[in-house]
């Protein structure tokens, strides 16, 4: 049964818990694939083939060492023997999402994973600084973000889909990264266009958690309902 590997919640994120979680070479033991941030809220992850990937606000990318912090993630062991679909005119994001609705539509109870290639006419990521203690909450860190706008730049998406009842563990509904096909751009997304997209999807039928261990995680309410902060963090719907 293939499993989704998450690192912290997202409450927990939202709510400024940015230490470290799980180390990379611990996050990647068993996965190679996915999507988080760092230690300090450090850049934007992307775990591509096993690499530990960071976008900074900074606009460039780096790789990260083994020992270096997850704050927040998801990672599962990516099976590319699934079969490859092919979507045509993706003009947004938001037509992205429509167009992958009937791939997850069978069961939208479980987990999925996505890694999609192509050349993309238009490219919008963001990435934060890295904080230092006291921590901000994300929103609060979220305000000073850096935004970068790229045109026809090769490159992937990686992306994972959380069901409805996950609201607070982690966002529901597609959460979608980039990293280009040189390595050197990257971010979450927040807009995009492609004439064509090249994409192969895995099912997660099983769920592992690790909390932090830190003594600010065990003082925080997860139970705050923090959906609509962070729909606008997320840029949801963009």
């Not at 083939?49 to 912090?69: F, I, K």
């Not at 979220?142 to 706008?149: D, P, T």
């Not at 997860?222 to 997320?234: F, G, I, P, R, W």
């Amino acid at each position: 049964m293939k499993k989704l590997i998450q690192a912290s919640t997202l409450n927990a994120l939202m709510l400024g818990n940015f230490d470290e979680t799980v180390k990379v070479k611990d996050f990647l033991r068993q996965a190679d694939t996915g999507i988080g941030t760092y230690t300090g809220l450090d850049g934007e992850a992307i775990f591509e083939d096993g690499v530990a990937y960071r976008a900074t606000a900074e606009g460039t990318v780096t790789v990260m060492r083994p020992e270096d912090g997850v704050a927040f993630g998801t990672v599962a062991a990516f099976d590319a023997s699934v079969p490859k679909h092919t979507l045509q005119h993706v003009d947004s994001l938001d037509a992205l999402r429509q167009m992958l609705a009937p791939y997850v539509e069978d069961n939208e109870n479980v987990f999925y994973l996505l890694r999609a290639a192509g050349e993309f006419s238009t490219m919008h990521v963001r990435s934060c600084f890295a904080c230092q203690k006291p921590y901000p909450t994300l929103a609060q860190a979220a305000s000073c973000q850096r935004e970068f706008h790229y045109a026809n730049v090769p490159g992937s998406v990686i992306a994972v889909y959380c069901p409805r009842y996950v609201e607070g563990i982690n966002l529901p509904g597609w959460h979608f990264h980039f990293l280009s096909g040189d390595k050197t751009k990257g971010g979450h997304i927040l807009g995009l266009s492609a004439g064509k997209l090249t994409f192969q999807i895995n099912r997660l039928e099983c769920f592992e958690l690790t909390l932090p261990q830190n003594e600010e995680f065990a003082k925080l309410d997860l139970c705050q309902d923090l959906s609509a902060k962070t729909a606008a963090v997320e840029g949801a719907g963009a």
